[in-house]
């Protein structure tokens, strides 16, 4: 009687659970273990895969470019500070007893509902030399103290083209996911901590530093760890939309240069092998957070 | 006795100029999240070629010629119908697909025991932390074998099931009381009838979150079906648009016309749906 219950919900699991197992196995875990045997093959997708041991993995540290992508990918990373302290200062401001906190919210939230490529593709014109908006200001400011004034050429400029990534990065994500998480946080805080500050006569300044910053730390520590997860593997679609990767290079991300390897030059084998080092970098990432969880955030 | 003064609650009063200060400085925030918008809808509706250098500099930001014309012709110069068909075909089965798989392994996670579920539910754990660029190198040749590339199968199917759908629904099932389906089971409610009748009511808000993400990502996915689609009248919206900014590189009225089109559906859904937008990602986050 007892077995017959037990078989009888061991057959009912596996029907819940079938359509999504048999997906899973064959579209992510089989895949992963392909991936990591295919980090030591040789392989064009044309003539028959080669076994190289460790060779993909030692070209790669010899890769200058790839060095510099790494590189470019930390760099472009340089958007989330800023995005998350943006997005604390907006939720700060909106979470004053104002009118129309909802209508302000609706409206920064905006470019995250909208990104993608349409977003991209108006930033590309608004980064356009000659008759950009940037520009455009630039060269209007400089006719007004008359001095002639010309912005820099932005995605063509190798110095600027990260940059100009950077700031519409920030402009996209600040009244966003963190946002609204921050504005749930800051409502999640205990009203008489306040109170209590207040009495003992703290500032606006001084009860943002003892009471707010500590209270919200989880919210702060979450956004930033999983920025940086996100940040990794990020940078494909702007760059791929508005600069090819270029100008030389300079705005390839880790998974353009995994995306060139693989589908443009059909270099498999090495292409996931660099996959395998940024699964390395975020395995890291993921480390360090749940290592640092309990020492750094205040509850 | 003090008389109750209502106090915000940073447990400050709001003076005027405070007030003030506070509304000046999210008026400017609003302008800048809109300002782009408005510049690609001017852009949009302008006389094609001529009119990048604006005279007077407000025409730069509000429209002040409107040549519709500008849509037609996106329209017509790349099959834009037929990206929108496919985008919805490609969203809406992802999306059903993964919602349905999810909520049902997500059940037997959370409720039922069985052989081997420790070690199921950590291998989908374990791979939670994957990117995606890993696997998207073995799925591709995989697709390739069975000559799936270049169909709307290698665009949905490896969408569909995903180890994180399962996981945010399965945490969610475990936070709701389990004594309604222990009375359901006395009085002989089958699994699926505990699954479908009492588990899925419940779980409206979370699945209603699971929708909403699947359907953006899906809805914004690029990278994916540029990879594993060759032919135009098979492309989703973003590479479609992407197809198209490839013919007309400089021609800007059109691209504006067309990223305007590609825009407009998802601003639709979103003023119609944002309390759901909000109260999901709420939900994510706290999770952690």
Not at chain 1, 29 to 46: E, G, Q, T
Not at chain 1, 57 to 72: H, I, P, V
Not at chain 1, 176 to 188: E, K, P, T, V
Request: positive net charge; contains cysteine.
């Amino acid at each position: 009687m007892r077995l017959k219950r037990t078989i009888k919900e061991n057959i009912a699991a596996y029907f819940f659970l079938l359509p999504n197992l048999t997906g899973f196995l064959v579209f992510t875990s089989i895949p992963v273990v392909a991936s990591l045997v295919l980090s030591f093959m040789k392989w064009d997708l044309f003539s028959s895969p080669r076994w190289i041991g460790l060779d993909n993995f030692k070209l790669l540290f010899q890769d200058q470019l790839f060095w510099k992508y790494c590189w470019n990918t930390v760099y472009l990373m340089l958007a989330i500070p800023f995005s998350i302290a943006g997005s604390l200062i907006l939720a700060l401001a909106l979470n004053q007893k104002i009118k129309g906190a909802v209508f302000f919210r609706t409206v920064y939230f905006l470019p995250t509902i909208c990104s993608g490529v349409a977003i991209f593709m108006l930033w590309r014109l608004i980064y356009n030399p000659d008759f950009g908006v940037f520009n455009t200001l630039i060269s209007k400011f400089g006719a007004l103290v008359h001095v002639p004034l010309k912005g820099p050429e932005w995605l063509t400029d190798e110095n600027w083209a990260k940059p100009a990534l950077i700031i519409m990065n920030v402009w996209q994500t600040v009244g966003g996911y963190n946002m609204i998480l921050y504005l749930a946080a800051l409502q999640g805080v205990p009203r008489d901590l306040y109170e209590a500050a207040e009495i003992d006569g703290a500032n606006g300044w001084q009860r943002f530093w003892a009471v707010t910053w500590p209270q919200i730390s989880p919210t702060t520590f979450f956004i930033a760890t999983m920025s940086i997860i996100g940040g990794f593997q990020s940078g494909f679609d702007p760059a791929y939309i508005m600069t090819g990767g270029g100008p030389n290079g300079s705005t390839t991300t880790i998974i353009y240069y995994i995306y060139n390897n693989a589908f443009k030059w059909h270099q498999m084998g090495y292409a996931a092998s660099i996959s395998w080092i940024l699964f390395l970098a975020i395995f890291l990432a993921t480390l360090t957070k749940w290592k640092i969880f309990s020492k750094v955030v205040h509850y | 006795m003090a008389k109750y003064v209502p106090k915000n609650i940073t447990g400050r009063r709001l003076s005027l100029s405070f007030k003030i200060r506070i509304y000046l400085f999210l008026v400017f925030g609003a302008i800048s999240m809109i300002a782009p918008f408005l510049w690609m809808l001017t852009a949009s509706l302008k006389e094609p070629g001529a009119v990048f250098a604006e005279k007077i500099w407000w025409h730069s930001w509000v429209p002040v010629s409107f040549v519709w014309e500008n849509y037609v012709k996106a329209w017509h110069a790349v099959p834009f119908a037929r990206f929108y068909l496919n985008s919805i075909i490609v969203v809406s089965l992802t999306t059903i697909g993964q919602v349905a798989t999810s909520a049902m392994a997500a059940y037997a996670f959370a409720r039922l025991r069985f052989w081997g579920r420790e070690q199921i539910f950590f291998t989908y754990l374990a791979t939670m932390m994957i990117p995606g660029a890993v696997t998207m190198i073995p799925v591709f040749i995989l697709l390739r074998e069975l000559s799936w590339i270049d169909t709307f199968k290698a665009m949905i199917l490896p969408g569909i099931f995903t180890a994180y759908g399962t996981f945010m629904l399965r945490q969610f099932f475990l936070t709701l009381p389990k004594d309604l389906e222990d009375a359901a089971m006395i009085d002989g409610c089958s699994y699926f009838g505990i699954f479908w009748r009492i588990l899925l009511p419940l779980s409206k808000p979370a699945l209603a979150t699971l929708t909403i993400f699947t359907f953006m990502g899906s809805w914004m996915n690029f990278m994916w079906p540029l990879i594993v689609m060759n032919t135009e009248d098979k492309f989703p919206l973003p590479v479609g648009l992407a197809y198209f900014q490839s013919l007309y590189n400089t021609n800007w009225t059109l691209l504006m016309a067309g990223s305007m089109m590609m825009i407009l559906p998802i601003l639709i859904v979103f003023i119609f749906g944002q309390r759901y937008f909000v109260e999901g990602i709420k939900l994510t986050g706290i999770k952690g």
